[in-house]
């Protein structure tokens, strides 16, 4: 009997993998990692769900303490970038750092197990000619978390198994209900279990970053309004701004040296191309040459064509087909070629925004 490490958080998604790959015959053990204390997924609430359903399934439960590490690498991650004047996304980084790493490290050397498995919404295949794993999105578009997957290597690839990549999120509900399992009703979680634990982003910041009183600026350096930390904003944002305009006005970059929102319509927020840095290149070996791809700069934004020109070993350059708005510092440009997964970074701030800021 094949023995497999499944990751558990509580939440319906990984309740239903655990229970799909029970009834396949494989020996499973549940992990959990323990994140954070509070309110949420990731915390002890969920590490209750998950015993509980370790205990419906008869299978044996392990918990990690891992808050150490999520403080390190994520924690601080977030509050450096939103000081800098970036919107990080901690997700993908959280995933190859802080859970998939720690989860296929402990499998193997506490357990001496060689596969884990997850929740997550993607799925994995192998391709002989180019004897790479590939990373594709899930059959259910609208719950596909490849975006969030960018950063997993070639050897997390080789030994993860995803369950639910060619389900639909009714199909994993059905399955619960049907498996009797007690997480089967229970509410979708937030996309990031901070927000879960401190009920909104700027309440998280605001722990961490003391608000600091500064200007509203348009394009020209004209003071339009008080801000009360660049922490508060993000690039393309246009509620919330406080101040009169004879146009709609939305955030275009975030001035942390000067402490300064820059603001401008909606066409000074289009850009025609941007870099991105840390690229890792999951199905397809690094280019050398420009390429063709799709690229996803947002989680939930739809991918656009784009030109891929390789910079350095983990720097691109974005040329788009059509402008694209609100390009964001610090989130993920996540690369595809149709349902395969190329590779992803974390896009860099533009020299747009520098000659702005100046």
């Given at each position: 009997?094949?023995?497999i490490?499944?990751g558990?958080s509580?939440?319906?998604?990984s309740?239903?993998a655990a229970?799909?790959?029970?009834?396949?015959?494989?020996?499973?053990?549940?992990?959990?990692l323990w994140l954070?204390?509070?309110?949420?997924?990731?915390?002890?609430?969920?590490?209750?769900?998950?015993?509980?359903?370790?205990?419906?399934?008869?299978?044996?439960?392990?918990?990690?303490?891992?808050?150490?590490?999520?403080?390190?690498n994520?924690?601080?991650?977030?509050?450096?970038?939103?000081?800098?004047?970036?919107?990080?996304l901690?997700?993908?980084?959280?995933?190859?750092?802080v859970?998939?790493?720690?989860?296929?490290n402990?499998?193997?050397q506490?357990?001496g197990i060689?596969?884990i498995a997850?929740?997550?919404?993607?799925?994995?295949?192998?391709?002989?000619h180019?004897?790479?794993?590939?990373?594709?999105?899930?059959?259910d578009?609208t719950?596909?978390?490849?975006y969030?997957?960018?950063?997993?290597?070639?050897?997390?690839?080789a030994a993860?198994?995803?369950?639910?990549?060619?389900?639909?999120?009714t199909?994993?509900?059905?399955?619960?209900a049907?498996?009797?399992?007690?997480?089967a009703?229970?509410?979708?979680?937030?996309?990031?279990c901070?927000?879960?634990?401190?009920?909104?982003?700027?309440?998280?910041?605001?722990?961490?970053?003391?608000?600091?009183?500064?200007?509203?600026v348009?394009?020209?350096?004209?003071?339009?309004?008080?801000?009360?930390?660049?922490h508060?904003?993000?690039?393309?944002q246009?509620?919330?701004?406080?101040?009169?305009?004879?146009?709609?006005?939305?955030?275009?970059?975030?001035?942390a040296?000067?402490?300064?929102?820059?603001?401008?319509?909606r066409?000074?927020?289009?850009q025609?191309?941007?870099s991105?840095?840390?690229?890792?290149?999951?199905?397809?070996?690094?280019?050398?040459n420009?390429?063709?791809?799709s690229?996803?700069?947002?989680y939930?934004?739809?991918?656009?064509?784009v030109?891929v020109?390789?910079?350095?070993?983990?720097?691109?350059?974005?040329v788009?087909d059509?402008?694209?708005?609100?390009?964001?510092?610090?989130q993920?440009?996540?690369l595809?070629?149709?349902e395969?997964?190329?590779?992803?970074?974390?896009?860099?701030?533009?020299?747009?925004?520098?000659?702005q800021?100046?």
């Amino acid at each position: 009997m094949t023995k497999i490490v499944v990751g558990l958080s509580g939440g319906v998604d990984s309740s239903v993998a655990a229970a799909i790959l029970h009834r396949q015959g494989y020996e499973v053990i549940g992990l959990t990692l323990w994140l954070m204390k509070g309110k949420g997924q990731c915390c002890s609430e969920g590490m209750v769900d998950a015993a509980f359903i370790c205990e419906q399934l008869g299978i044996p439960h392990h918990i990690i303490d891992s808050r150490d590490l999520f403080e390190k690498n994520i924690v601080d991650y977030l509050v450096s970038g939103y000081e800098a004047g970036i919107t990080p996304l901690p997700c993908s980084q959280c995933n190859r750092a802080v859970k998939f790493g720690p989860m296929l490290n402990y499998s193997r050397q506490q357990l001496g197990i060689d596969k884990i498995a997850t929740g997550h919404y993607a799925r994995i295949s192998y391709d002989q000619h180019s004897d790479r794993y590939q990373l594709r999105r899930a059959l259910d578009l609208t719950k596909d978390q490849s975006y969030f997957l960018y950063d997993l290597t070639q050897e997390m690839l080789a030994a993860t198994v995803f369950p639910l990549g060619e389900l639909k999120k009714t199909e994993t509900r059905s399955l619960a209900a049907e498996y009797k399992l007690k997480t089967a009703d229970k509410p979708e979680s937030q996309d990031l279990c901070l927000i879960e634990s401190h009920g909104s982003m700027q309440k998280f910041l605001d722990k961490y970053i003391t608000p600091t009183l500064g200007d509203i600026v348009n394009v020209q350096g004209e003071i339009l309004g008080k801000h009360q930390g660049i922490h508060h904003y993000t690039i393309g944002q246009r509620r919330g701004l406080g101040i009169a305009a004879a146009e709609p006005l939305y955030v275009i970059a975030l001035d942390a040296k000067r402490n300064r929102v820059i603001v401008g319509n909606r066409d000074s927020a289009n850009q025609t191309e941007c870099s991105a840095f840390r690229v890792n290149w999951v199905s397809i070996p690094a280019p050398t040459n420009p390429i063709r791809a799709s690229v996803q700069i947002r989680y939930r934004s739809a991918a656009v064509p784009v030109t891929v020109i390789p910079l350095a070993e983990d720097q691109i350059k974005l040329v788009f087909d059509e402008p694209q708005f609100s390009i964001t510092p610090g989130q993920a440009a996540v690369l595809y070629d149709e349902e395969i997964l190329l590779g992803g970074g974390i896009i860099e701030r533009s020299t747009v925004c520098t000659a702005q800021m100046t």
